[in-house]
């Protein structure tokens, strides 16, 4: 069982930025697949960014390509979400999530889940 807690969102500018983090209790959390996803009031919950396991490969939503940046740190047993050039469209909570195999750029089979942390983005 992976717990993961994420943390960093807020409020924010157009334009400006926002780094979400999580972190995961599992110390085997390097051998997941990580993804962020969003869900914005009245929308469904979407896949913006993830990676796989060996950190070589990413997918990002179209929408947040060029501006959002995945990463982890598995000495750490943490991941990121680097936000930049922020747009209103963007607010929404931000989940954290890992699942044990299956392909990086597919939204399904995410087993655990974090609580979420809301970011807003002001115009």
């Known amino acids: 069982q992976v717990h993961v807690v994420e943390s960093g969102g807020g409020l924010v500018q157009a334009g400006g930025s926002l780094r979400l983090s999580c972190a995961a209790s599992e110390r085997t959390f390097s051998s997941y697949v990580v993804g962020w996803f969003r869900q914005a009031p009245g929308k469904e919950r979407e896949l913006v960014a993830s990676r796989s396991w060996s950190g070589a490969s990413t997918y990002y939503a179209d929408s947040v390509k060029g501006r959002f940046t995945i990463s982890r740190d598995n000495a750490k047993n943490t991941m990121y979400l680097q936000m930049n050039s922020l747009k209103p469209e963007d607010t929404a909570v931000y989940y954290c999530?890992?699942?044990?195999?299956?392909?990086?750029?597919?939204?399904?089979?995410?087993?655990?889940w974090g609580q979420g942390t809301h970011g807003t983005v002001s115009s």
């Open positions: 999530s890992a699942k044990m195999g299956g392909s990086y750029y597919s939204s399904r089979g995410y087993r655990y």
